[in-house]
């Protein structure tokens, strides 16, 4: 027989009944029922009831056991009562009388239980991730994360994809994040970094005639973290194409991102790939408050200017006096009655605003009447004309906000998600995706008027060189993201190939040749030599595991992450080198004052 085990604690059934068996893991728990000690044994796989009575041989020994000990135990399998089969667990009809036990790793006092679903400080969480891991619900999120990223890479594979890794230490390369650095101990005073993404280097083996790549890269960046990412490393399905259009890509990665999602989803709904909407970055703003909307709520956001320009409502009506202002409104279907509208006024003052003005509709003396403060300063024919245009009745409400777009698009956007959650009109059942296009790629600063890059500066801008000569702010690149239930799952473009359009591009955000040559010198060597239009993208696989797996926080579903100051509190990283590390790379590290 084998050394530890012949089966695991999720094989066996009643085939196996008066079968000799040997089984490792961890004890789950231990019941004492007045002379018969029970332990739920536990494995990777599953959990098998094993049992002793006072004629075991080894009764003594197994009485000393505690939760979490490691041990093997030898025995015999017996059938159960069929009062006492568990048909939750694949091995409940069976149990184990125990003849033998050995002990093969003991356990201290467990800072924080494995068996059931307690909730523990994070930092406990993080300091002792091993034994957080041994939970169930952490095992299933590993192991679906595994296997989501092998139908990946089948996937890619079975689309005529090729799978090339690329350099972990290379050049400093803007990202839009900060580089983590790494000093160099044969170029003192010189340093590589951990790349962002494999953005240049993908680029570059299309360049080399690499029709159709993809990795499931690591990635690096020194960010400060968020619920929905980590703050110093992830990973991503990265992938090229040379020779594609923007549908081209489409086309490729939608039923790549489809296909993971019908498989892993628990039976939720996925839109077909080719039913996927694609959105204009400008009508996602305006319609949703965000460029990763979440469709699943189908309210709209809508602009009601016109019928508060000149009206009884002065705050509004002054505002639309000044340039660049609008007011937009927010249906919200089924959310009628007062006290639903005061508890998004107070949602609105936790924002940080004054609050939001509000109409709803109700019936009064068998006729329909608005409601609300803004309904008695506007007027009926105003107030009507708004229910029209946002198709609203009875028992229905709308939610109003004003100013420049880009001061309250956010807060709008979150107030829409409030409202679809609140009523009840978000599909809890569904993924719905997105393609969110027509990026901007330059935005002018509000104060000084000088125009840079709002998005990704090496998009082919849509018109080419041509584009360039107009004004820059009209500009849109061939930039996507693609959006799932309110995250930005994907983003990509169709690359800038063409030297001379790449150094106008730069040149209107006011980078000169000389610069663009030299912080982007490799990559544009290499297009003077014949480079093909090509594109691609990349797909978070944190946060795709994160909302198979109805997780929050993207740390749920990373195997060893980082805690919220980017520390690890299991290895204690980052941690102070030793002063023979520092001399031999030629560093000092200067004291900073608290």
């Given at each position: 027989?084998?050394?530890?085990?012949?089966?695991?604690?999720?094989?066996?059934?009643?085939?196996?009944?008066?079968?000799?068996?040997?089984?490792?893991?961890?004890?789950?728990?231990?019941?004492?029922?007045?002379?018969?000690?029970?332990?739920?044994?536990?494995?990777?796989?599953?959990?098998?009831?094993?049992?002793?009575?006072?004629?075991?041989?080894?009764?003594?020994?197994?009485?000393?056991?505690?939760?979490?000990?490691?041990?093997?135990?030898?025995?015999?399998?017996?059938?159960?009562?069929?009062?006492?089969?568990?048909?939750?667990?694949?091995?409940?009809?069976?149990?184990?009388?125990?003849?033998?036990?050995?002990?093969?790793?003991?356990?201290?006092?467990?800072?924080?239980?494995?068996?059931?679903?307690?909730?523990?400080?994070?930092?406990?969480?993080?300091?002792?991730?091993?034994?957080?891991?041994?939970?169930?619900?952490?095992?299933?999120?590993?192991?679906?994360?595994?296997?989501?990223?092998?139908?990946?890479?089948?996937?890619?594979?079975?689309?005529?994809?090729?799978?090339?890794?690329?350099?972990?230490?290379?050049?400093?390369?803007?990202?839009?994040?900060?580089?983590?650095?790494?000093?160099?101990?044969?170029?003192?005073?010189?340093?590589?970094?951990?790349?962002?993404?494999?953005?240049?280097?993908?680029?570059?083996?299309?360049?080399?005639?690499?029709?159709?790549?993809?990795?499931?890269?690591?990635?690096?960046?020194?960010?400060?973290?968020?619920?929905?990412?980590?703050?110093?490393?992830?990973?991503?399905?990265?992938?090229?194409?040379?020779?594609?259009?923007?549908?081209?890509?489409?086309?490729?990665?939608?039923?790549?991102?489809?296909?993971?999602?019908?498989?892993?989803?628990?039976?939720?709904?996925?839109?077909?790939?080719?039913?996927?909407?694609?959105?204009?970055?400008?009508?996602?703003?305006?319609?949703y408050g965000s460029d990763k909307p979440d469709l699943r709520n189908p309210i709209k956001m809508q602009v009601?200017?016109?019928?508060?320009?000149?009206?009884?409502?002065?705050?509004?009506?002054?505002?639309?006096?000044?340039?660049?202002?609008?007011?937009?409104?927010?249906?919200?279907?089924?959310?009628?009655?007062?006290?639903?509208?005061?508890?998004?006024?107070?949602?609105?003052?936790?924002?940080?605003?004054?609050?939001?003005?509000?109409?709803?509709?109700?019936?009064?003396?068998?006729?329909?009447?608005?409601?609300?403060?803004?309904?008695?300063?506007?007027?009926?024919?105003?107030?009507?004309?708004?229910?029209?245009?946002?198709?609203?009745?009875?028992?229905?409400?709308?939610?109003?906000?004003?100013?420049?777009?880009?001061?309250?698009?956010?807060?709008?956007?979150?107030?829409?998600?409030?409202?679809?959650?609140?009523?009840?009109?978000?599909?809890?059942?569904?993924?719905?995706?997105?393609?969110?296009?027509?990026?901007?790629?330059?935005?002018?600063?509000?104060?000084?008027?000088?125009?840079?890059?709002?998005?990704?500066?090496?998009?082919?801008?849509?018109?080419?060189?041509?584009?360039?000569?107009?004004?820059?702010?009209?500009?849109?690149?061939?930039?996507?993201?693609?959006?799932?239930?309110?995250?930005?799952?994907?983003?990509?473009?169709?690359?800038?190939?063409?030297?001379?359009?790449?150094?106008?591009?730069?040149?209107?955000?006011?980078?000169?040749?000389?610069?663009?040559?030299?912080?982007?010198?490799?990559?544009?060597?290499?297009?003077?030599?014949?480079?093909?239009?090509?594109?691609?993208?990349?797909?978070?696989?944190?946060?795709?595991?994160?909302?198979?797996?109805?997780?929050?926080?993207?740390?749920?579903?990373?195997?060893?992450?980082?805690?919220?100051?980017?520390?690890?509190?299991?290895?204690?990283?980052?941690?102070?080198?030793?002063?023979?590390?520092?001399?031999?790379?030629?560093?000092?590290?200067?004291?900073?004052?608290?």
């Amino acid at each position: 027989m084998h050394a530890y085990r012949s089966h695991t604690c999720a094989e066996l059934n009643k085939s196996h009944v008066g079968e000799t068996v040997r089984l490792s893991g961890w004890v789950h728990r231990v019941r004492d029922h007045g002379g018969l000690l029970f332990i739920d044994l536990r494995d990777h796989y599953g959990v098998t009831q094993v049992m002793a009575d006072p004629d075991s041989p080894v009764f003594a020994e197994i009485e000393k056991v505690r939760s979490e000990w490691c041990i093997r135990i030898d025995g015999n399998v017996m059938a159960r009562d069929d009062s006492l089969v568990n048909p939750k667990i694949p091995t409940g009809e069976i149990e184990v009388f125990i003849r033998d036990i050995e002990i093969l790793g003991k356990s201290e006092e467990l800072p924080l239980m494995v068996f059931g679903e307690q909730e523990y400080p994070e930092e406990t969480r993080l300091r002792y991730r091993y034994l957080d891991l041994r939970r169930e619900k952490m095992q299933n999120n590993m192991v679906l994360r595994a296997q989501m990223i092998q139908s990946i890479r089948k996937r890619m594979w079975d689309r005529g994809f090729n799978e090339y890794q690329t350099p972990i230490i290379t050049a400093s390369s803007p990202e839009g994040a900060r580089d983590f650095l790494v000093p160099s101990r044969l170029h003192p005073g010189k340093f590589y970094a951990l790349p962002q993404a494999p953005q240049q280097f993908k680029q570059l083996m299309m360049v080399s005639g690499f029709d159709k790549y993809f990795q499931i890269a690591p990635c690096f960046r020194d960010e400060d973290p968020r619920a929905d990412r980590s703050p110093t490393d992830f990973y991503q399905l990265d992938m090229e194409m040379s020779f594609v259009t923007q549908q081209d890509v489409f086309d490729t990665i939608a039923p790549v991102m489809a296909g993971v999602f019908e498989e892993f989803g628990k039976g939720r709904k996925v839109d077909a790939a080719e039913d996927w909407p694609q959105i204009s970055y400008k009508d996602a703003a305006l319609w949703y408050g965000s460029d990763k909307p979440d469709l699943r709520n189908p309210i709209k956001m809508q602009v009601v200017s016109e019928h508060f320009r000149g009206s009884g409502f002065a705050i509004f009506a002054k505002l639309l006096e000044q340039d660049g202002t609008e007011i937009r409104a927010i249906p919200a279907p089924t959310g009628g009655s007062r006290k639903f509208c005061d508890r998004m006024n107070a949602f609105a003052q936790k924002e940080g605003l004054p609050g939001m003005g509000y109409i709803f509709w109700r019936e009064k003396d068998g006729e329909m009447e608005a409601a609300g403060p803004l309904a008695k300063n506007i007027g009926p024919e105003r107030t009507e004309a708004i229910r029209q245009q946002l198709g609203l009745g009875v028992g229905d409400a709308a939610f109003f906000l004003g100013g420049k777009p880009k001061t309250f698009e956010a807060v709008a956007g979150r107030a829409r998600n409030v409202i679809g959650e609140e009523l009840g009109l978000t599909d809890k059942d569904r993924f719905a995706f997105a393609w969110i296009v027509d990026f901007p790629i330059y935005e002018a600063d509000e104060e000084t008027g000088k125009i840079d890059f709002e998005h990704n500066p090496f998009s082919m801008p849509q018109g080419g060189m041509e584009a360039l000569e107009g004004d820059p702010l009209a500009v849109r690149g061939f930039q996507y993201d693609l959006a799932c239930n309110g995250y930005e799952l994907v983003s990509g473009a169709i690359r800038n190939h063409k030297p001379e359009i790449m150094f106008k591009a730069f040149e209107i955000a006011g980078y000169g040749k000389e610069e663009v040559e030299k912080r982007f010198g490799g990559m544009v060597n290499a297009f003077q030599y014949g480079a093909p239009p090509h594109g691609g993208c990349a797909a978070g696989i944190d946060r795709m595991v994160m909302l198979l797996a109805d997780e929050a926080n993207i740390r749920e579903v990373i195997m060893f992450p980082m805690n919220q100051r980017a520390e690890d509190l299991m290895m204690s990283a980052p941690s102070e080198p030793m002063s023979e590390q520092l001399m031999e790379l030629g560093l000092r590290v200067i004291p900073q004052d608290d």
